[in-house]
Each structure stands twice: as structure tokens, then as C-alpha cells.
């Protein structure tokens, strides 16, 4: 298991906080730290511990969730149940405009276009249909307004801001005849 723990100072004598186990009680898994531009906030991906005996579907998924430094608060960003389950979130990080950039296997945009196209949905697997290929998406601090911005077969991950506002992220491209991670750049709205 995994936990976040917060100290005041930098230093080995300085008193560190546990901020996570509360939820995760030692067992869950934290990963993906990133701070806001202020300092204010700490935003990252957990994964509550597993439930004994719950079918793989039934299982707790990688969520994004946001500590506020002054006042000790931790809470997932998308608090409803229903979408945070929706599929796997990690790699968070803060958008110059507050908004949060992360990796997901939940390809919401895609599957609303299968849709469009009276197609049953389903979510993209990597090439090899080993698991769900995980590509950007946006949304405002508080979970609304949560859209898809990278299409790909294999996964985009790892995104960060540059200064410029734009995101850079690695791309897996496993397509035959390929196996190689590149560096791609694009705008928050995916243009």
C-alpha cells in the first residue's frame, strides 16, 4: 500500500502529515503528485484499497484526487460515483487556468461518436487488446466540464504543462512496424 505524506519544511526533522490514509488505511496506492501553480493545492491519482472477493469490474478504479494544503481537505475531483467508475485516471496536472490535464481509459468523446454513428460502444484497446488504451482529458478542477482532447490506439501519458500553456505528452505508438514512445505537443482544447 501507499500514502501521501506532507511535511512542512524540507527537511528530516520536520513533522510529516499522512494526508491519504484516511482512505486508503495503508493498502491504497498514490502516484502522480503535482502541486498547483500557487502551491495551494496537491493534485494526484489514488486507487482505494481492493475489495476482498469483488469481481475485477466491482474493484475500485485510479481516480484523481486534490488535497487543500491550508485546511488539511482531501476529496476526489469527480465526486459522482457513477462517472469516477467510468475508468482509470492518473497522471493529473493543473492547467494554467486551474483546469486539470490527465490520462484516462474512459474515452468519453470516442464513445459518443460510436454512438452518433448508431455503433454500440466500447472502449478502445491498446494494439495488442491487452487493456484499455488511456488518452487525455480535461476538466475543471471541480470535475465538471470533462472532455476528451487526444485520440490514439496506444496510450498517451505523462502529461505536462509547458510554458507556453501547451501540453506535452508521450505517445505510445505500437502500431506494426513501430514500438517507439515520441514526444507530442498539443493545446488544451486537443487542437
Known sequence: GGVLYLRDRASPSSTGRNATSGI???????????????GTRLVFAMHEPLVPGADPEDQPTWDIWQYVVATRELSRVITSDTVARQGNDIAPHY????????????????????LD?????????????GEPAFVL????????????????????LDPAVLPDGRIV??????????????????RPDGS
Open 24 to 38: 486508503t488505511r495503508g493498502t491504497g496506492e498514490v502516484r502522480d503528485v503535482e502541486p498547483s501553480y500557487d
Open 95 to 114: 492547467l494554467p487556468d486551474g483546469r486539470i490535464v490527465f490520462s484516462s481509459t474512459r474515452q468519453r468523446q470516442s464513445k459518443a461518436i460510436l
Open 137 to 156: 482529458h480535461v476538466m475543471n478542477a471541480d470535475g465538471s466540464d470533462l472532455r476528451q482532447v487526444s485520440f490514439n490506439q496506444s496510450h498517451d
Open 117 to 129: 454513428e448508431g455503433k454500440p460502444q466500447f472502449e478502445a484497446q491498446d494494439e495488442s487488446d
Open 169 to 186: 505528452f508521450s505517445r505510445w505508438d505500437r502500431a506494426p512496424g513501430h514500438d517507439e514512445i515520441s514526444l507530442y505537443t498539443m
